[in-house]
């Protein structure tokens, strides 16, 4: 099970880093590279920089305060039937 672990402990790590890289590529360098360069063709226009972490992140919010909700009802829930 350790091995197992490890690997599935390298796999998210070596996700993390090439999104983290292609993220930071895409923001802080592309830029700075022409328009007609060949290499636009393998990132979204600029916009979706910005839009796609705010997605992400009102996303991550909402299922958040859905489960904390949802962990304050069941327990409201226990003490009532106790």
């Known amino acids: 099970m350790e091995l ?3 690997a ?3 796999l998210l790590s070596a996700v993390s ?3 983290f ?3 930071t590529f895409w923001v802080i360098i592309l830029p700075f590279v ?3 360069h060949f290499v636009h063709g393998y990132f979204l226009p ?3 920089a910005i839009l796609i972490p705010v997605f992400a992140g009102v996303a991550l919010l909402s299922f958040l305060c859905v ?3 949802y962990v304050m009802i069941k327990s ?4 009532k039937s106790a």
């Open 4 to 6: 197992a672990d490890k």
């Open 8 to 10: 599935v402990g390298f």
């Open 17 to 19: 880093l090439s999104i």
């Open 21 to 23: 890289s292609y993220y």
């Open 34 to 36: 022409e328009k007609d």
């Open 46 to 48: 600029q916009e979706y």
């Open 67 to 69: 489960f904390v909700g």
């Open 76 to 79: 409201n829930k226990k003490k």
